[in-house]
């Protein structure tokens, strides 16, 4: 039997974006996707019309999607949601923007379902990738941060902010527990974690295009990254790896 897949979509505030990316997602991964999947909208605190559109695009194209709801914000929050509630074999998610090109879908999850790897990461900074319309702030600002994570952890993935992810039931089961971090700062982490944790993680070298109407405010996402790292440099890491999480 094939391995199932949930593709999660983290939203808030997203009624306009949010039905043109279930559309686009269901075409292709109709056509494309190695394995049987599932579309699952994880809204996290939206005060707009999200919810309502989420649950109609459920009801429309039940079982391919789904839908969940927090009433609390943080993409990491409702990550750790679906994830952990999913009885899938393979967990992915993707901005709700589709900034990274779609064909990087099905090498991502084969890295998982057939070449035994833990995580696959889409990676914007690595030889093949391509990157257009993104500002110089935003390409020195990520570029900086993965150095310092680098230089920091002496990790080998090389671009940890890519919204566009894949990870194993299992891994997630052990990995997502322990991260701490519920907001934007919960890939860096559960990158690090898996990685001193000795899971396999391949990069995948992706097709992106920057959103001018991105909801990241750089500035204070790049200060909270940095608050996480310091907290997992000096101790963090090894306290996490020894807990049971919960």
Do not use: H
């Amino acid at each position: 039997m094939p391995p199932r897949v949930d593709v999660v979509i983290p939203v808030l505030n997203e009624e306009r974006a949010l039905p043109i990316c279930v559309d686009m997602l269901l075409r292709f991964l109709g056509e494309s996707s190695p394995y049987p999947f599932r579309i699952v909208i994880a809204d996290n605190g939206s005060t707009d019309r999200t919810p309502e559109i989420a649950e109609a695009l459920s009801q429309e194209n039940w079982p391919r999607v789904a839908w969940s709801r927090l009433e609390i914000r943080g993409r990491g929050r409702a990550l750790r949601k679906a994830w952990l509630e999913s009885d899938a074999d393979i967990l992915t998610y993707m901005d709700v923007d589709l900034s990274t090109d779609l064909a990087a879908f099905p090498p991502m999850v084969k890295a998982i379902g057939e070449e035994g790897f833990d995580l696959a990461v889409g990676s914007r900074l690595m030889k093949g990738s391509n990157v257009s319309k993104r500002t110089l702030k935003r390409e020195i600002t990520s570029r900086s941060y993965n150095v310092i994570i680098k230089a920091t952890f002496f990790t080998r993935f090389s671009d940890a902010q890519c919204g566009f992810k894949a990870i194993s039931s299992s891994a997630a089961q052990a990995l997502v527990p322990k991260v701490l971090d519920q907001g934007w700062f919960f890939d860096s982490e559960l990158l690090i974690l898996a990685e001193k944790g000795g899971y396999r993680i391949k990069d995948i070298p992706v097709r992106w295009v920057d959103d001018p109407d991105t909801r990241v405010r750089v500035v204070k996402t790049a200060i909270d990254d940095l608050k996480g790292l310091y907290r997992l440099r000096f101790g963090g890491v090894s306290r996490a790896l020894k807990s049971d999480g919960g």
